[in-house]
């Protein structure tokens, strides 16, 4: 869940002498990133150290990441068919060859020690962002657009799913050996709009997906109202923010999908002490045997102690062998 970031030093350092989207374009920078919190923090995977809105930029958009709290912009969001319709389905090898290189070049450097994890937005969230320009209280402009023009709405998602199925088999292809779909903004529909907007182009995704074996793993943030129905879409593993229980969780979908998740990331702020003591909670909720990848509920928060990161990870490798057999 986000590892390489302001939290840790060394990427700070990294990060002083380039702006972001260099950082996600050289790839041997962002090898060296992505490959930090597992030599720091001695975490069990490490994830490609890049941004979901270079999909966007590769499909013709251009994408301005502010310095600051400023964040990702789009200066000319989607407010037409026509614009959507100018849209083009990028060849990932082509367009986003920095990533595939990424991808080859970390996965050397790791030279088995741990399993390389790509990653890729999900349509709706994606959306999100391209027709809001950037982030969003109100969401006013993609709600607009999903109530009034959903022809046009579904146009774009199917577009994406396209574009996003293609680049997540390029990451398979260049190395990944596992990917995870991230629906950040799937909890700010309702459910039943949630599954019209968000689920049913993941779904195409999943189906667009040469699997090859290599895991998928499914994030939808909010989004606990719709859980039996995120994990119909079979992923293999489903990913929870939170909010939601792991132990009701396992039993409502844990026999047919391995659970990610879940603690607050909030809690790394806490003492070690409170740290571990939370750990040993979720695992108890979890209960005995496998299917649970231990990790946050959203992605570690910039200003979280190293320490207490390095302490997180130590907690779950010392208590999780007494519950998962």
Not at 39 to 54: G, K, P, R
Not at 153 to 158: F, N, Q, S
Not at 286 to 308: A, M, Y
């Amino acid at each position: 869940m986000r590892q390489a970031g302001r939290y840790l030093p060394e990427y700070c350092a990294v990060r002083a002498k380039h702006d972001f989207l260099t950082l996600c374009k050289t790839p041997e920078l962002a090898a060296e990133v992505s490959i930090q919190p597992v030599e720091l923090i001695d975490v069990d995977a490490c994830i490609i150290f890049s941004d979901i809105l270079v999909v966007p930029e590769a499909m013709g958009m251009e994408l301005v990441m502010e310095e600051g709290n400023g964040g990702p912009r789009f200066p000319h969001p989607l407010r037409s068919r026509a614009d959507i319709d100018a849209l083009k389905v990028p060849d990932p090898n082509r367009e986003l060859k920095f990533v595939m290189e990424a991808l080859r070049l970390t996965r050397k450097q790791l030279n088995g020690r741990v399993p390389l994890i790509g990653f890729a937005g999900s349509p709706w969230t994606l959306a999100t962002y391209m027709v809001e320009g950037k982030g969003s209280r109100s969401f006013r402009h993609i709600k607009e657009l999903i109530y009034n023009n959903p022809k046009d709405a579904h146009a774009l998602l199917e577009k994406l799913a396209r574009s996003v199925a293609s680049y997540l088999n390029a990451q398979i292809e260049a190395g990944a050996q596992a990917i995870q779909i991230f629906d950040t903004w799937g909890g700010i529909l309702p459910q039943e709009e949630f599954r019209e907007f968000s689920l049913r182009s993941i779904n195409l995704v999943i189906q667009l997906l040469r699997r090859n074996n290599v895991p998928v793993i499914l994030f939808c943030k909010d989004c606990g109202h719709s859980l039996e129905a995120i994990a119909d879409l079979r992923p293999d593993v489903v990913s929870l923010d939170w909010t939601v229980d792991i132990g009701r969780a396992r039993d409502m979908v844990g026999s047919y999908v391995a659970l990610q998740g879940n603690m607050d990331p909030a809690l790394l702020y806490a003492s070690p002490e409170r740290i571990r003591t939370a750990v040993q909670k979720i695992l108890e909720k979890f209960g005995k045997g496998s299917g649970h990848i231990f990790n946050l509920g959203h992605g570690i928060l910039p200003d979280v102690p190293v320490e207490h990161a390095k302490a997180f990870v130590q907690a779950v490798k010392n208590e999780s062998p007494k519950y998962h057999r």
